[in-house]
């Protein structure tokens, strides 16, 4: 049993426990050769009987620790070494006083514009990491520092694989802490950076609103179902936050931002600046034509039923047809098939406001060029962060056509686009879509 004043690995000298959680316990200790503190974190290897499996956890959780001492950042926590006694790992890490987010949270929810500054922080030193190829897994208020100075750091990189920590499932073992798991990896798929991303969505929701998004069920597989299937709780507290954690929360791994454009975004509620994501734009501004690097493929759906309106139709009637033909002469004209349909579904909902996600579909046999799809405006409502199209807006009327890197679809091709849109009121019934090709 590890005690106080031991010497681990002929070099580091235990002076007192300061911390203990699901993946260790957290010593302050004594670097003899360098003569400085530091934290050492001894690890909790695999606890099955199987020698042969502790030893592989044991493995494991060195290999995960060197990996993560490759990380240098200002927001990470320097791990500096990796020791290893009577079988047992121990991380050195550099000594923060500090206390975890969890606890910052005894106190209540914290205000948007620091929930916004934190998590600018933590997304910067997991892009970096992400760049260095370095996955986190594990990213919870608990392991969030915050100094005493009021920054963040985040802490644990891959740790929570390295040692064997997960829930088990009928399906097996899901590596992280289920409340802030992403969809994907709850369902059984492997952890990627999109993971990342959506766990510090999850982080900064708790932030703002004092409860995980999928809540803290004391049921962990009841918990995890929910997660699987993206059942968010709306949000109590709308403000500049809401539209940047739709983003990182959506249940599609696909259709989130990467960590270094969630920093940006971040940083720019931090700073009271619009967060628009590359591509792009708030109203009243003139739309302008960019790129995103990749294409958007869904909502988030986590509020009710889908509310949905499609209305199909391929331009206007050719000349020929405007003028009829006696009564006695007419005849039944042949419906043609549509050109193109649209599809507006509100995706996410809470007070004030609602996500909105609108599908655009090649109905015809050849490619696409050129699509605009238009409705109007109910009562009461604006467009906010448009993102995967240009818009141009006349009184209640609204146009939105492609972009460049979606304007010819093949056929049978989709591709979508979507928006926040806050509310005044009850903001009426759902828009009905008309899609059409210029």
Not at 27 to 39: K, P, Q, S
Not at 141 to 165: C, M, Q, R, Y
Not at 356 to 385: H, Y
Not at 387 to 398: A, H, K, M, T
Request: aromatic residues 6%; hydrophobic residues 40%; contains cysteine.
């Amino acid at each position: 049993m590890t005690r106080e004043d031991e010497l681990i690995a002929g070099r580091y000298r235990l002076e007192r426990q300061v911390g203990r959680g699901a993946m260790g316990v957290v010593w302050r200790a004594r670097d003899e050769r360098l003569n400085r503190t530091v934290a050492l974190k001894q690890l909790l290897p695999d606890t099955s009987p199987d020698d042969a499996a502790q030893f592989r956890s044991i493995v494991r959780a060195m290999r995960e620790a060197r990996v993560a001492a490759r990380l240098k950042h200002p927001h990470a926590v320097t791990v500096y070494d990796v020791a290893e006694q009577d079988g047992t790992p121990f991380l050195v890490m550099e000594f923060l006083p500090s206390r975890p987010l969890t606890q910052l949270l005894d106190d209540g929810p914290l205000p948007a514009g620091r929930v916004a500054e934190l998590g600018a922080q933590i997304a910067s030193a997991l892009a970096a990491a992400h760049e260095d190829g370095i996955l986190h897994r594990d990213v919870t208020p608990n392991n969030v520092l915050i100094t005493e100075d009021g920054t963040a750091k985040i802490a644990d990189f891959g740790l929570s694989h390295a040692t064997g920590e997960g829930t088990m499932t009928g399906g097996g073992l899901v590596v992280g802490t289920p409340a802030f798991l992403s969809p994907e990896v709850a369902d059984g798929e492997e952890p990627g950076y999109p993971s990342d991303v959506f766990s510090l969505g999850s982080t900064l929701y708790t932030a703002l609103e004092g409860a995980p998004p999928f809540g803290s069920d004391g049921n962990q597989i009841a918990l995890l179902k929910r997660v699987a299937r993206g059942e968010i709780t709306v949000p109590r507290n709308t403000g500049p936050l809401a539209d940047v954690l739709s983003r990182l929360l959506r249940r599609d791994p696909r259709e989130r931002p990467t960590m270094a454009e969630a920093e940006r975004m971040l940083a720019a509620v931090a700073d009271g600046r619009p967060a628009i994501l590359s591509g792009t734009k708030r109203l009243p501004a003139p739309p302008r034509r960019s790129r995103l690097p990749f294409a958007i493929a869904g909502g988030l759906a986590v509020a009710g039923v889908v509310l949905a309106g499609i209305l199909l139709f391929d331009g206007d009637p050719p000349a020929e047809s405007v003028a009829s033909p006696p009564v006695a002469e007419k005849t039944t004209a042949p419906v043609e098939k549509p050109v193109c349909e649209a599809r507006y579904e509100v995706t996410n909902r809470w007070p004030g406001g609602s996500e909105i996600r609108v599908s655009v579909r090649n109905a015809q046999a050849t490619r696409l060029t050129g699509w605009e799809v238009s409705w109007t405006l109910p009562p009461g409502t604006r467009i906010a962060n448009l993102w995967n199209g240009s818009l141009v807006q006349d009184g209640d009327r609204v146009r939105v056509s492609e972009l460049d890197w979606n304007a010819v679809l093949p056929a049978g091709g989709t591709t979508t686009f979507g928006f926040i849109a806050t509310v005044e009121g009850e903001g009426g019934d759902t828009p009905v879509a008309a899609c059409r090709s210029s």
